[in-house]
């Protein structure tokens, strides 16, 4: 099984290619650290800069018969922001089999 990581503009905008690559491929997933790196911005608390990539993920995921693995939530310590997030992911559609 494999589960390739995006973490770049440039996977997230292949992310079709790559979910396509492999029949050993189960789940895309997002690497948001090395994303905003890579897009030269940084994670917000709202995660507005993630919106777009998110989306395709999810999007991407659902259309190649993957499972769509969202970015863990980064402040451990915080029961409410993991649980907003989880129901923001959740909305995407990402967790959800295909």
């Given at each position: 099984?494999?589960?390739?990581?995006?973490?770049?503009?440039?996977?997230?905008?292949n992310?079709?290619e790559?979910?396509?690559?492999?029949?050993?491929?189960?789940?895309?997933?997002?690497?948001v650290?090395?994303?905003t790196?890579?897009?030269?911005s940084?994670?917000s608390a709202?995660?507005?800069?993630l919106?777009?990539?998110q989306?395709?993920?999810?999007l991407?995921a659902?259309?190649?018969?993957?499972?769509?693995?969202?970015?863990p939530?980064?402040?451990?310590?915080d029961?409410?922001?993991?649980?907003r997030?989880a129901?923001?992911?959740?909305?995407?559609?990402f967790?959800?089999?295909?």
């Open positions: 099984m494999l589960i390739p990581l995006l973490e770049s503009a440039k996977g997230v905008l992310a079709r790559i979910a396509a690559a492999s029949r050993w491929i189960i789940a895309l997933t997002f690497g650290v090395n994303f790196r890579d897009m030269g940084s994670l709202d995660g507005t800069e919106l777009c990539a989306s395709r993920i999810a991407v659902r259309a190649c018969g993957v499972l769509a693995v969202d970015y939530c980064i402040d451990i310590g029961r409410e922001e993991l649980v997030q129901k923001g992911s959740r909305s995407l559609g967790g959800r089999s295909c």
